[in-house]
């Protein structure tokens, strides 16, 4: 089986890439996202101009503060870099001394409240990016059930901000809820601050109570690398000012402010509907071509955040399909054109196809490529080569290798 060829001219090809396919969902390994069209134009036409580059953030401000309905807003490196530099902010304020001060907090307020469930990595530890700004995470209740009054326990005169986390990555119950989470919070005086890097609904987590909302442009948004910080006025300078510190660090340039603009312009003239019912024809052909294969089951499936958007769930049984979720997995990166499912569950027997980020044509080769793969090990006949465990040692062991 061959790829479908691009316009000839792949950058991938020249740079000898694989020409992967991604049905794993918008992942920083993977590229992020297909940047929009109105994205890559901005960013080329302001590549070679010399901007006021506060004056610029100035813009965005504006841009970001219509698109998510709060007062201000702020660009970053990413959304992991917000994290940092909104915490940084309500620990240091606009006191340019400590801002300089960071990442040594003595004197200043510096732990972090969160509830257990919440304390989740995404590439790199949550938790880690809390103590870059300097603070400590204070853990609220234990990891499936965490409640009001634990909250209001953990919270002392300590205490700079309170951490909320939305996210498929968390634990998906047990949880406090937003509002009551920031009811509570907002009682003691304390700043929230929401991680919600890969959420549609750009006003109504600031609606319910968080005082900084924090995006990834380059996730569903298709916009450049960077991170988005929104919220109250005074909360969105500090963390700008933070560019005199342990910003600078977490820099963007003038081709990532500027095609955040693009990208959040874009987002609000976009036919949300039609999207969502390209994508629904994507599921439908997959359920289509996979209902009544041996050994696996295809059903359709909300995103768990309640973001507008379904995926596929293929379960592998792996007695009758005689290969296992993750080796199926694998069987489709490694092939011609390599296909990138979303794996994360897969040692509990399924995995999920994305239909987010898809180029057209993609989702017939992921069709083709699925069922060519489950027809190969049903012919070679030998059920599990490798457990799980052993496939998770070796991703790491890969890692540690580069750049070989
Ligand atoms: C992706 C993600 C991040 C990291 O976002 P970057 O912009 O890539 O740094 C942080 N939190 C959550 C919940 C995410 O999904």
């Known amino acids: 089986m061959t790829a479908k060829p691009k316009s000839g001219s792949d950058i991938r090809a020249r740079l000898g890439l694989r020409p992967i396919i991604n049905v794993s969902g918008t992942m920083t390994h993977l590229g992020a996202s297909i940047a929009v069209p109105e994205v890559q134009r901005v960013a080329s036409e302001i590549l070679p101009e010399w901007v006021e580059i506060n004056d610029l953030h100035r813009k965005a401000s504006r841009a970001i503060a219509r698109a998510t309905g709060t007062e201000a807003g702020f660009v970053t490196a ?22 300089e001060q960071l990442p040594d907090s003595a004197g200043m307020k510096n732990e972090v409240v969160i509830q257990m469930g919440h304390m989740t990595g995404y590439g790199a ?107 109250r006025k005074p909360l969105v300078r500090a963390t700008f000012l933070q560019n005199a510190g342990i910003g600078r660090g977490m820099k963007v340039g003038k081709e990532s402010i500027t095609g955040t ?34 050994g696996v089951t295809a059903t359709i499936i909300p995103d768990p955040t309640d973001n507008p958007l379904d995926r596929l769930m293929l379960q592998v049984e792996a007695e009758t399909a005689r290969i296992t979720a993750w080796e199926l997995a694998d069987a489709l990166a490694s092939g011609d054109p390599p296909v990138i499912v979303r794996d994360h569950e897969a040692e509990q027997g399924f995995f999920q196809l994305d239909p987010c980020n898809l180029h057209p044509g993609e989702a017939e080769t992921v069709a083709d490529r699925v069922v060519h793969e489950l027809s190969e090990a049903r012919k070679r006949n030998r059920p599990q080569q490798y457990s799980h465990a052993e496939r998770k040692l070796r991703r790491f062991e890969r890692l540690l290798r580069w750049p070989d």
């Open 261 to 294: 603009i693009a990208a959040l312009e874009a987002w609000e003239q976009r036919d949300h509907d039609a999207v969502r019912k390209l994508e629904r024809s994507y599921l439908d052909l997959w359920v289509k071509r996979f209902t009544g294969l041996p």
């Open 78 to 99: 990413s959304a992991s870099a917000g994290i940092t530099l909104a915490l940084a902010g309500c620990m240091t304020g606009a006191d340019l001394a400590k801002i």
């Open 125 to 231: 530890p949550i938790e880690q990016a809390v103590r870059l700004a300097g603070a400590t995470c204070v853990p609220v209740g234990n990891v499936t059930d965490a409640r009001a009054y634990q909250l209001a326990h953990k919270i002392t005169e300590k205490t700079a901000a309170a951490l909320y986390v939305v996210s498929h990555h968390t634990v998906q119950y047990g949880q406090i809820p937003l509002a009551e989470f920031a009811r509570v919070a907002h009682e003691k005086g304390v700043p929230v601050v929401a991680d919600l890097a890969s959420e549609y609904d750009l006003k109504g987590f600031h609606a319910a109570g968080a005082d900084l909302v924090i995006y990834s442009a380059h996730k569903f948004l298709g916009g450049p690398t960077a991170g988005i910080v929104a919220g």
